[in-house]
């Protein structure tokens, strides 16, 4: 069935709670499991950083911590069960592209991610991360509540 699966990470509880079903389907599948973190670049967040006044190697800095932070709990768990365990992380303006092109450059054959997205207005116009690679991936995603 599924041989090596892309867990979407975001530091959030639903992604938490999805990526420990997706080890639990690799421990049940014999499969490996790839964790994968996208960031906001710093560009995205200039007009943010020109109000707080933070300087791009403090934000790089910060972003890797929290980014190793997010893996580091995923590794524990899939070392827990003896599951097979990479990660990576990277900045992307676009996490849902981010999440597709990681899944096909890794040959990944299944993404799991939590059903958390935006709320209220801005979910209605831009749409939730789970829902674009929904809609423009190619492979199965396992959406977890």
């Not at 938490?16 to 967040?45: D, K, M, N, Q």
């Not at 791009?56 to 972003?63: H, N, P, S, T």
């Not at 209220?120 to 977890?144: A, D, F, I, Y």
């Amino acid at each position: 069935m599924y041989q090596y699966i892309l867990l979407a990470i975001d530091g959030s509880a639903h992604a938490e709670r999805a990526a420990s079903v997706g080890i639990e389907l690799a421990r049940a599948l014999g499969a490996r499991v790839l964790a994968f973190h996208a960031a906001p670049p710093y560009a995205s967040l200039s007009y943010l950083i020109e109000v707080l006044g933070t300087p791009q190697r403090d934000y790089d800095l910060a972003m890797s911590e929290h980014a190793e932070r997010y893996l580091a709990s995923i590794a524990q768990a899939a070392d827990v069960v003896g599951v097979s365990f990479a990660s990576e992380y990277r900045y992307a303006s676009q996490p849902y592209e981010a999440i597709i092109d990681m899944a096909k450059a890794r040959g990944c054959d299944l993404i799991v991610m939590g059903a958390r997205g935006r709320h209220g207005v801005s979910h209605h116009l831009l749409g939730s991360v789970t829902h674009r690679v929904l809609l423009h991936g190619h492979l199965p995603v396992l959406v977890c509540p």
